[in-house]
Protein backbone atom coordinates (compact mmCIF):
# COMPACT_ATOMS: atom_id res chain seq x y z
CA UNK A 1 0.00 0.00 0.00
CA UNK A 2 1.24 3.79 -0.94
CA UNK A 3 1.60 5.75 2.10
CA UNK A 4 -1.71 8.46 2.75
CA UNK A 5 0.88 11.02 4.27
CA UNK A 6 4.59 12.10 3.91
CA UNK A 7 6.41 13.37 7.42
CA UNK A 8 8.97 15.66 6.32
CA UNK A 9 12.14 16.79 8.19
CA UNK A 10 15.06 18.82 7.55
CA UNK A 11 17.83 18.47 9.70
CA UNK A 12 21.64 19.93 9.85
CA UNK A 13 23.47 18.68 12.96
CA UNK A 14 20.39 18.71 14.83
CA UNK A 15 20.98 18.56 18.69
CA UNK A 16 20.85 14.97 19.63
CA UNK A 17 18.13 15.00 22.38
CA UNK A 18 15.64 16.77 20.68
CA UNK A 19 16.07 15.14 17.14
CA UNK A 20 15.76 11.84 19.54
CA UNK A 21 12.63 12.90 20.94
CA UNK A 22 10.82 14.09 17.16
CA UNK A 23 11.65 10.14 16.13
CA UNK A 24 10.49 8.76 18.96
CA UNK A 25 7.10 10.48 18.85
CA UNK A 26 6.93 9.54 15.22
CA UNK A 27 7.40 6.14 15.87
CA UNK A 28 4.39 6.22 18.22
CA UNK A 29 1.71 7.35 16.07
CA UNK A 30 -1.31 5.84 16.02
CA UNK A 31 -2.55 5.59 11.96
CA UNK A 32 -4.41 2.17 12.84
CA UNK A 33 -2.03 0.45 10.50
CA UNK A 34 -2.38 3.06 7.37
CA UNK A 35 1.24 3.15 6.10
CA UNK A 36 2.90 6.62 6.04
CA UNK A 37 6.65 7.65 5.19
CA UNK A 38 9.49 9.77 7.30
CA UNK A 39 11.81 11.49 4.89
CA UNK A 40 14.54 13.12 6.47
CA UNK A 41 16.78 15.08 4.69
CA UNK A 42 20.41 15.63 5.95
CA UNK A 43 21.19 19.37 4.84
CA UNK A 44 24.85 19.18 5.05
CA UNK A 45 25.33 17.90 8.98
CA UNK A 46 29.15 17.23 9.88
CA UNK A 47 28.33 14.13 11.16
CA UNK A 48 25.54 12.64 8.86
CA UNK A 49 22.35 11.90 10.48
CA UNK A 50 22.52 8.32 9.12
CA UNK A 51 26.11 7.86 11.90
CA UNK A 52 24.13 9.73 14.86
CA UNK A 53 20.29 8.53 14.78
CA UNK A 54 18.55 4.57 14.71
CA UNK A 55 15.94 5.31 12.01
CA UNK A 56 14.17 1.94 12.09
CA UNK A 57 10.40 2.51 12.08
CA UNK A 58 7.63 0.12 12.17
CA UNK A 59 6.34 -1.72 9.03
CA UNK A 60 4.06 0.40 7.74
CA UNK A 61 6.39 3.32 7.65
CA UNK A 62 9.08 3.66 5.17
CA UNK A 63 11.78 5.62 5.66
CA UNK A 64 14.05 7.58 3.34
CA UNK A 65 16.99 9.45 3.86
CA UNK A 66 18.34 12.33 1.64
CA UNK A 67 21.53 13.83 2.09
CA UNK A 68 22.44 17.34 0.34
CA UNK A 69 26.27 16.69 0.63
CA UNK A 70 26.58 20.27 1.70
CA UNK A 71 24.40 23.33 3.44
CA UNK A 72 21.81 24.09 1.19
CA UNK A 73 19.14 26.25 3.17
CA UNK A 74 15.71 25.16 4.52
CA UNK A 75 13.90 26.12 1.18
CA UNK A 76 16.12 23.62 -0.84
CA UNK A 77 15.98 20.84 1.50
CA UNK A 78 12.06 21.02 1.72
CA UNK A 79 11.82 21.27 -1.88
CA UNK A 80 14.11 18.07 -1.63
CA UNK A 81 11.48 16.48 0.96
CA UNK A 82 8.23 16.65 -0.87
CA UNK A 83 9.56 15.96 -4.37
CA UNK A 84 11.04 12.82 -2.68
CA UNK A 85 7.77 11.53 -1.88
CA UNK A 86 4.99 9.80 -3.54
CA UNK A 87 2.31 10.29 -0.63
CA UNK A 88 -0.46 12.73 -1.75
CA UNK A 89 0.00 14.94 1.60
CA UNK A 90 3.46 16.75 2.66
CA UNK A 91 3.46 17.42 6.53
CA UNK A 92 6.19 19.60 7.16
CA UNK A 93 8.09 19.37 10.49
CA UNK A 94 11.35 19.63 12.35
CA UNK A 95 14.12 17.92 14.33
CA UNK A 96 12.87 19.35 17.58
CA UNK A 97 9.10 19.39 17.50
CA UNK A 98 7.37 16.29 20.53
CA UNK A 99 4.18 15.05 19.14
CA UNK A 100 0.99 12.92 20.27
CA UNK A 101 0.35 10.00 18.99
CA UNK A 102 -2.67 11.54 17.38
CA UNK A 103 -0.46 14.12 15.08
CA UNK A 104 -0.75 12.19 11.38
CA UNK A 105 -4.38 11.05 11.80
CA UNK A 106 -5.74 14.86 13.39
CA UNK A 107 -3.66 15.50 9.95
CA UNK A 108 -5.43 13.29 7.93
CA UNK A 109 -8.99 13.61 8.94
CA UNK A 110 -8.58 17.72 8.50
CA UNK A 111 -7.74 16.89 4.65
CA UNK A 112 -9.96 14.16 4.43
CA UNK A 113 -13.40 14.25 6.41
CA UNK A 114 -12.92 18.25 6.17
CA UNK A 115 -11.52 18.59 2.98
CA UNK A 116 -9.38 21.60 3.49
CA UNK A 117 -6.43 21.94 1.44
CA UNK A 118 -3.44 23.47 3.61
CA UNK A 119 -3.76 22.20 7.61
CA UNK A 120 -1.51 24.21 10.22
CA UNK A 121 -1.58 23.06 14.07
CA UNK A 122 -0.31 24.63 16.76
CA UNK A 123 3.56 24.94 17.70
CA UNK A 124 3.55 25.15 21.54
CA UNK A 125 6.68 26.95 22.76
CA UNK A 126 5.80 27.88 26.83
CA UNK A 127 4.98 23.85 27.90
CA UNK A 128 7.58 24.01 30.35
CA UNK A 129 6.47 24.87 33.62
CA UNK A 130 9.17 27.48 34.14
CA UNK A 131 8.58 29.00 30.63
CA UNK A 132 9.73 32.63 29.88
CA UNK A 133 7.68 35.69 29.58
CA UNK A 134 8.91 35.53 26.00
CA UNK A 135 8.17 31.88 25.06
CA UNK A 136 4.38 33.10 26.36
CA UNK A 137 4.26 35.96 24.39
CA UNK A 138 5.55 33.86 21.44
CA UNK A 139 2.39 31.18 21.52
CA UNK A 140 -0.21 34.22 22.04
CA UNK A 141 0.69 35.73 18.97
CA UNK A 142 -0.44 35.40 15.64
CA UNK A 143 -3.17 32.38 15.39
CA UNK A 144 -2.50 30.91 18.72
CA UNK A 145 -5.68 30.72 21.00
CA UNK A 146 -7.94 31.71 18.27
CA UNK A 147 -10.64 28.74 17.55
CA UNK A 148 -10.06 26.60 14.53
CA UNK A 149 -10.53 28.26 11.14
CA UNK A 150 -9.17 29.85 8.23
CA UNK A 151 -6.17 31.61 8.68
CA UNK A 152 -4.02 34.90 6.46
CA UNK A 153 -1.23 33.84 4.22
CA UNK A 154 1.12 35.87 6.46
CA UNK A 155 0.87 32.99 9.06
CA UNK A 156 1.84 30.35 6.54
CA UNK A 157 4.48 28.52 8.75
CA UNK A 158 6.16 24.83 8.84
CA UNK A 159 6.48 23.01 11.51
CA UNK A 160 3.00 21.38 12.00
CA UNK A 161 1.86 22.33 8.80
CA UNK A 162 0.50 19.66 5.80
CA UNK A 163 0.24 20.64 2.20
CA UNK A 164 -1.51 18.56 -0.79
CA UNK A 165 1.65 17.00 -2.97
CA UNK A 166 -0.47 18.90 -5.92
CA UNK A 167 -0.34 22.32 -4.62
CA UNK A 168 3.29 22.06 -4.32
CA UNK A 169 3.77 20.84 -7.59
CA UNK A 170 1.92 23.66 -9.13
CA UNK A 171 3.60 26.76 -6.72
CA UNK A 172 7.07 24.77 -7.55
CA UNK A 173 7.63 24.65 -4.21
CA UNK A 174 9.61 27.00 -1.92
CA UNK A 175 11.86 29.72 -3.85
CA UNK A 176 15.50 28.89 -2.97
CA UNK A 177 16.68 32.84 -3.36
CA UNK A 178 15.66 32.55 0.01
CA UNK A 179 18.97 31.33 1.96
CA UNK A 180 19.00 32.51 5.28
CA UNK A 181 16.56 32.80 8.38
CA UNK A 182 12.94 32.94 7.88
CA UNK A 183 10.33 33.73 4.75
CA UNK A 184 10.28 30.98 2.81
CA UNK A 185 6.99 29.87 4.59
CA UNK A 186 5.80 33.13 4.53
CA UNK A 187 6.09 33.36 0.97
CA UNK A 188 4.74 30.03 -0.22
CA UNK A 189 1.85 30.90 1.60
CA UNK A 190 1.22 34.15 -0.56
CA UNK A 191 1.78 32.10 -3.97
CA UNK A 192 -0.70 29.39 -2.25
CA UNK A 193 -3.37 32.03 -1.67
CA UNK A 194 -3.04 33.42 -4.58
CA UNK A 195 -3.70 29.92 -6.12
CA UNK A 196 -7.34 30.31 -4.09
CA UNK A 197 -5.79 27.99 -1.90
CA UNK A 198 -8.20 27.12 1.49
CA UNK A 199 -5.82 27.83 4.34
CA UNK A 200 -7.46 25.89 7.85
CA UNK A 201 -5.54 26.33 11.02
CA UNK A 202 -6.64 23.78 13.62
CA UNK A 203 -5.12 24.74 17.53
CA UNK A 204 -6.28 20.83 18.21
CA UNK A 205 -3.38 19.40 16.30
CA UNK A 206 -0.71 20.34 18.68
CA UNK A 207 3.40 19.78 19.16
CA UNK A 208 5.70 21.23 21.63
CA UNK A 209 9.14 23.00 20.26
CA UNK A 210 11.74 21.28 22.25
CA UNK A 211 14.81 24.09 21.13
CA UNK A 212 15.20 27.51 23.42
CA UNK A 213 15.78 30.03 21.62
CA UNK A 214 16.50 33.17 24.17
CA UNK A 215 15.28 36.38 23.19
CA UNK A 216 18.34 38.32 22.26
CA UNK A 217 19.52 35.48 19.70
CA UNK A 218 15.77 34.90 18.28
CA UNK A 219 15.89 39.16 17.31
CA UNK A 220 19.07 38.87 15.91
CA UNK A 221 17.71 36.02 13.53
CA UNK A 222 14.87 38.20 12.62
CA UNK A 223 17.00 41.02 12.30
CA UNK A 224 18.83 38.73 9.65
CA UNK A 225 15.41 38.14 8.31
CA UNK A 226 14.92 41.86 7.51
CA UNK A 227 17.67 42.29 5.64
CA UNK A 228 17.19 38.77 2.87
CA UNK A 229 14.07 37.39 2.57
CA UNK A 230 11.36 40.55 4.20
CA UNK A 231 13.21 42.61 1.39
CA UNK A 232 13.15 39.92 -1.28
CA UNK A 233 9.75 38.95 -0.09
CA UNK A 234 8.85 42.64 -0.84
CA UNK A 235 10.69 43.34 -4.29
CA UNK A 236 9.22 39.76 -5.54
CA UNK A 237 5.56 40.36 -4.62
CA UNK A 238 4.66 44.45 -4.16
CA UNK A 239 0.90 43.51 -3.24
CA UNK A 240 2.69 42.42 0.35
CA UNK A 241 4.06 46.04 1.14
CA UNK A 242 2.32 46.10 4.58
CA UNK A 243 4.33 42.97 5.60
CA UNK A 244 5.00 42.75 9.23
CA UNK A 245 4.64 46.95 9.02
CA UNK A 246 7.01 47.31 6.38
CA UNK A 247 5.08 50.20 4.88
CA UNK A 248 5.50 52.67 7.84
CA UNK A 249 9.87 52.65 7.05
CA UNK A 250 10.02 51.82 3.02
CA UNK A 251 8.21 52.04 0.22
CA UNK A 252 5.41 54.81 -0.97
CA UNK A 253 4.34 57.37 2.06
CA UNK A 254 1.03 59.02 2.18
CA UNK A 255 -1.62 59.68 4.78
CA UNK A 256 -0.97 59.10 8.45
CA UNK A 257 2.10 57.17 7.23
CA UNK A 258 3.49 60.10 6.06
CA UNK A 259 3.27 62.07 9.77
CA UNK A 260 4.24 58.59 11.50
CA UNK A 261 7.36 57.10 9.67
CA UNK A 262 10.02 59.60 11.32
CA UNK A 263 8.91 58.51 14.99
CA UNK A 264 8.65 54.83 13.78
CA UNK A 265 12.39 55.35 12.05
CA UNK A 266 13.23 56.88 15.74
CA UNK A 267 12.26 54.16 17.27
CA UNK A 268 14.27 51.55 15.59
CA UNK A 269 17.15 53.31 16.73
CA UNK A 270 19.87 51.40 18.11
CA UNK A 271 20.28 53.37 21.96
CA UNK A 272 16.62 53.28 21.71
CA UNK A 273 15.88 49.51 20.59
CA UNK A 274 18.80 48.46 22.70
CA UNK A 275 17.28 49.95 26.14
CA UNK A 276 13.74 47.87 25.40
CA UNK A 277 15.50 45.10 24.91
CA UNK A 278 17.62 45.24 28.12
CA UNK A 279 14.56 45.90 30.33
CA UNK A 280 12.50 43.10 28.75
CA UNK A 281 15.17 40.81 29.49
CA UNK A 282 15.07 41.59 33.05
CA UNK A 283 11.39 42.21 33.48
CA UNK A 284 9.36 40.20 30.54
CA UNK A 285 6.54 43.09 30.64
CA UNK A 286 4.16 44.88 29.42
CA UNK A 287 3.97 42.72 26.70
CA UNK A 288 3.33 44.45 23.86
CA UNK A 289 6.91 45.89 24.23
CA UNK A 290 7.90 42.01 22.71
CA UNK A 291 6.10 43.29 19.44
CA UNK A 292 8.02 46.64 19.53
CA UNK A 293 10.93 43.65 19.49
CA UNK A 294 9.84 41.08 17.11
CA UNK A 295 8.35 43.86 14.38
CA UNK A 296 11.26 46.19 15.32
CA UNK A 297 13.54 43.33 14.55
CA UNK A 298 12.55 42.76 10.87
CA UNK A 299 12.50 46.40 10.31
CA UNK A 300 15.71 47.30 11.35
CA UNK A 301 17.15 44.58 8.82
CA UNK A 302 15.14 46.13 6.69
CA UNK A 303 16.83 49.45 7.28
CA UNK A 304 20.20 47.58 6.82
CA UNK A 305 20.23 48.52 10.98
CA UNK A 306 20.61 46.42 13.93
CA UNK A 307 20.71 46.28 17.61
CA UNK A 308 24.12 43.76 18.27
Known sequence: ???????????????????????????????????????????????????????TFPGNVSVKLEETGRPSGRATARNLAWRSSAAPISLMMDADLASEPDLLRRHLRDHGEEGWDVVMGARVNAWREN????????????????????????YFITGNISVPRRMMEETGGFDTNIVLYGGEDTELGLRLKKLGVSLFWDPEIRVRHLDHVPLRRHLGRLVDYGKTGLRYILEKHPEARTLLGSHWVVGPA?????????????TLLRPVYRSVLRWME??????FLFTYLSVGAHLMGLLDRDFR
Open 254 to 266: RGAIVLWRPLVRL
Open 131 to 154: ASSWERWCDGRAMDHLPPGPFPWR
Open 1 to 55: MEAEISVQIPAKDPPREAFQTTLDCLRRQETGGRPWELVIVDDGSEVPVRERFDL
Open 282 to 287: RVGRPG
